[in-house]
């Protein structure tokens, strides 16, 4: 229930705080260039979420191809799905976060941080991975 409310608290708080941050940023640097921006984050993103997509795709096939399973391949997948998505929402705050999810080295240390609260969450019960 608690992922639920910060999932809730996401959904109501980031909209908010896009809208404002897209007001203030067209009266600093006028509306044009907000919409440039928002049009040039999503082409960029774009580009870069097909570049690392397809190297994710490489490196799975690569795992498999030498037996072995292909847990980074499945984190980098997952993080370039949720970076892309977030990309195309226009704002600055969501454009951040879809880079940090897209970049690699930026995307490492999110994916200890979901290997952490993953494995707390088997600890505590919470979840159940099952094995083949």
Known sequence: ?????WL???ILVVPALEIGLLVWAGNWIGPLWVVL???LTGIVGAWLAKQQGLETIY??????????????????????LVGGAVLLTPGFITDAIGFLLLLPP???????LIRKWTRKMMDRGTITIYPK
């Open 1 to 5: 229930m608690p992922m639920f409310r």
């Open 8 to 10: 809730l608290l996401f």
């Open 37 to 39: 921006l928002i049009i």
């Open 59 to 80: 490196n799975f096939r690569q795992s498999v191809a030498s037996g072995r399973v292909p847990q980074d391949a499945l984190l980098d997948g997952a993080c370039i």
């Open 106 to 112: 930026t995307r490492a240390p999110i994916k200890r």
